[in-house]
């Protein structure tokens, strides 16, 4: 009998690890994909954003950003002059503030400010957050290619956006694309993903946001990633976004 | 004289910079044009402001050096005399005000503890521009419609963050430095009207100063803050005891005279003003509800003395005894609280408005005096924010809720912002006022003025 039960149990768990080998749910994949967007321990940067607008004439933004964990980041714009300075810290739990040098202080961003484009640029505040997709997004696989998983991504919490239908490539686990759909289903950007692998992490050296109503598109490009720089909690704090 | 010295100091600087280029030393700042002309009193202009925004600031390894500097033309020529066209000062009215410089050592005596010293604008309160816990700093209301503009002040500054949401700041400021009044036309604005019977003739008014000692104990502010964030809510408890930087009426002198031909009485006026020391209690808040932004902010203003005004009517016969006496205007233990509560919100077409109610302006004291404001602004951008809209924006006042019809200022600025390139901003405004009593817009309302404004960043 025990013999039997063993053998069972065997079969059942060979049959499962199998299950799980060859189908990977939506949320499965989701994870990983955040796990490969978030494997570092923490990240700094330059970014060059590119905006170009529908008749092709291009405006270059400059910034740094810091980031560590899955949800603590500081963005700062270092050019042009007239946003130079402007920084952006986002926390865990939702929580973002802004700091305006002509304000000399920080101020806390309602959460209403997400669905805003972020500086002019075609990705808003939310797409700028660092927040895992699991924690945002359910997740349903839709479709299985050779070289892609199709995920349809449902927002948990009220959002912008009605789904995200996001490619994630099949083996390295980073998204390839993501395409954005507004309350009436209606597809309204879309983003491309060049990933390149710095050292053992795979990087994004180049997201590229579509708008698909007015045509224009930003380009953020990132430049000098270093990981696992050491950084410390304290990098992301109020003391530091203000200085 | 004072030109030349700017233009010799800008020089050097920027050798400065370019001999520091490795250490990162950053010269940036603005230029900007504010013209101003009204259209209801013999339109002209009312204001002319150039000014040259120039920041300085270098990081080193922990801490920095930052400094902010106006360049000014600022005001209108007067050269109504010959000895004018021989004074540079008059022609082409210039100045430089050094707003801030400062430096910082981050993780001074031990870690988490920041230290700044200098001239430096330390801004308290969550609200936006008006913050009644914002004491510390003098006020700067040269232009009333940049309402919470603030000057640097000389002070040391100490800061500790505690290991998560905490920080404790102390700060000492040696020196006190009053308040800058509206200029030109608005110099009204927040002075009350000196009242007289109406058969008297007010002959002369001379109005004093007394300008605290040169001793710490008269001339210096001392003020903490605790700052937290607790489940989802940033707060923060604040005390200073210094001196208002708006000065009270302390003493009024008043002797009257006759004259015979033609026959009428008059009075001769001497006042006294003097700066007060307050205890300032504060407390504010920021959070965020279903989307929107939520702030409150409450001071609580205690005197450090009893206020009294003296008033010396001297007889018409001059060897006779004046009649003296003295009114408590405000008492000690008579604490007023001024407020404010705010809301805002961003709209998912891309819209954005704040609501502001406040109780109590920076110039208005005691509980009885504080009027009520209500600030609303929308905003609304177009082409990516190239273009921003704000069709509403104004402020509605009431001095007495009783006669709001007698007691009323309204002031409606709508104004269109254009960035033809990132560094441009070309504002075009307009600003309507209307009111009754005494409020503060209605003594300035027939001065309705477009504004053009251009400002660029370098």
Redesign the interface.
Same mark, same amino acid.
């Given at each position: 009998m025990k013999k039997t039960t063993a053998i069972l149990l065997a079969i059942l768990f060979s049959l499962g690890l199998g299950y799980q080998g060859y189908a990977q749910t939506g949320t499965e994949i989701l994870k990983k994909l955040d796990q490969v967007m978030f494997s570092a321990k923490d990240l700094s940067a330059k970014n060059k954003i590119i905006?170009t607008?529908k008749s092709g004439k291009q405006?270059v933004?400059e910034s740094t950003v810091i980031q560590k964990g899955q949800e603590m980041r500081l963005f700062r714009f270092t050019s042009?002059? #007239? *946003?130079?300075g402007i920084a952006m810290l986002s926390l865990p739990?939702d929580?973002m503030y802004i700091y305006l040098p002509s304000?000399?202080?920080e101020?806390?961003?309602?959460?209403?400010?997400k #669905? *805003?484009?972020f500086a002019?640029t075609d990705f808003s505040y939310d797409d700028m957050q660092a927040q895992p997709f699991s924690d945002k997004y359910n997740a349903k696989l839709i479709e299985t290619t050779d070289k892609y998983y199709v995920l349809e991504l449902t927002p948990k919490t009220?959002s912008?956006y009605s789904k995200i239908i996001a490619k994630i490539h099949k083996t390295e686990y980073y998204p390839i694309s993501t395409d954005f759909y507004d309350q009436k289903n209606e597809k309204i950007k879309e983003t491309t993903y060049t990933f390149a692998k710095v050292g053992k992490y795979w990087s994004a050296s180049e997201i590229t946001m579509f708008d698909l109503k007015?045509g224009?598109k930003t380009q953020i490009q990132m430049i000098q990633p270093k990981y696992d720089q050491g950084l410390s909690d304290?990098e992301f704090?109020?003391?530091k976004l203000i200085? | 004289m004072k030109k030349w010295i700017f233009i010799s100091s800008l020089l050097l600087l920027c050798l400065l910079g370019r001999a520091q280029e490795e250490s990162a030393l950053k010269i940036y700042g603005t230029i900007s044009t504010d013209q101003r002309v009204t259209t209801s009193v013999d339109s002209g202009w009312i204001w002319n402001e150039t000014r040259l925004d120039l920041k300085l600031e270098k990081k080193v390894n922990r801490g920095k050096f930052y400094a902010n500097l106006w360049a000014r033309n600022f005001g209108v020529p007067k050269y109504n005399e010959m000895g004018s066209l021989f004074n540079n000062e008059k022609i082409d009215p210039f100045n430089i005000q050094l707003r801030e410089a400062y430096f910082q050592v981050d993780d001074f005596l031990f870690e988490n503890l920041d230290l700044k010293i200098g001239r430096q604008r330390i801004a308290w309160g969550t609200a936006d521009k008006m913050n009644p816990t914002d004491n510390l700093n003098p006020l700067d209301v040269e232009d009333i419609f940049d309402m919470g503009r603030r000057r640097g002040s000389d002070a040391v500054n100490l800061t500790y963050y505690f290991k998560g949401d905490f920080s404790i700041q102390g700060v000492w400021m040696p020196f006190f430095q009053p308040v800058n009044l509206p200029a030109g036309v608005f110099a009204n604005a927040l002075m009350p009207e000196f009242e007289v019977p109406e058969d008297v003739t007010l002959n002369s008014l001379n109005i004093h100063l007394n300008q605290p000692a040169f001793r710490f104990k008269d001339q210096s502010t001392l003020g903490f803050r605790l700052k937290g964030h607790i489940k989802g809510i940033d707060f923060s408890a604040s005390y200073l005891y210094g001196v208002n930087g708006i000065p009270e009426l302390t003493q009024v002198d008043v002797t009257p005279g006759i004259n015979i031909y033609p026959w009428y009485t008059y009075i001769d006026v001497e006042a006294q003003l003097s700066f007060i020391r307050h205890h300032v209690f504060g407390l504010d808040f920021s959070t965020n509800i279903w989307g929107m932004g939520f702030w409150g902010e409450a001071a609580i203003t205690k005197l450090d003395k009893d206020l009294y005004v003296k008033t010396i009517v001297r007889n018409i016969i001059p060897t006779m005894d004046p009649t003296i006496t003295d009114s408590l205007v405000i008492g000690k233990n008579e604490p007023y609280v001024k407020w404010i509560l705010g809301t805002d919100y961003h709209f998912p077409k891309g819209g954005y408005i704040n609501l502001q109610w406040m109780h109590g302006f920076f110039h208005e004291r005691g509980q009885g005096e504080l009027n009520d404001y209500f600030f609303v602004q929308y905003n609304h951008p177009f082409f990516d924010g190239k273009l921003s809209v704000v069709p509403l924006s104004g402020a509605f006042i009431v001095n007495n809720w009783k006669e709001v019809k007698e007691n009323y200022s309204l002031v409606y600025m709508p104004e269109i912002i254009y960035n033809p390139i990132p560094e441009v901003a070309i504002t075009l405004s307009y600003i309507w006022m209307k009111g009754k009593g005494a409020g503060m817009f209605s003594a300035i309302q027939d001065y309705d003025m477009f504004v053009i404004k251009a400002k660029y960043s370098f």
């Open positions: 905006i607008s405006e933004r042009p002059a #007239s *946003q130079a739990n929580v304000f000399g202080k101020r806390r961003i309602s959460s209403s400010v #669905s *805003q484009k002019g009220k912008a007015k224009s304290d704090t109020i003391r200085n | -």
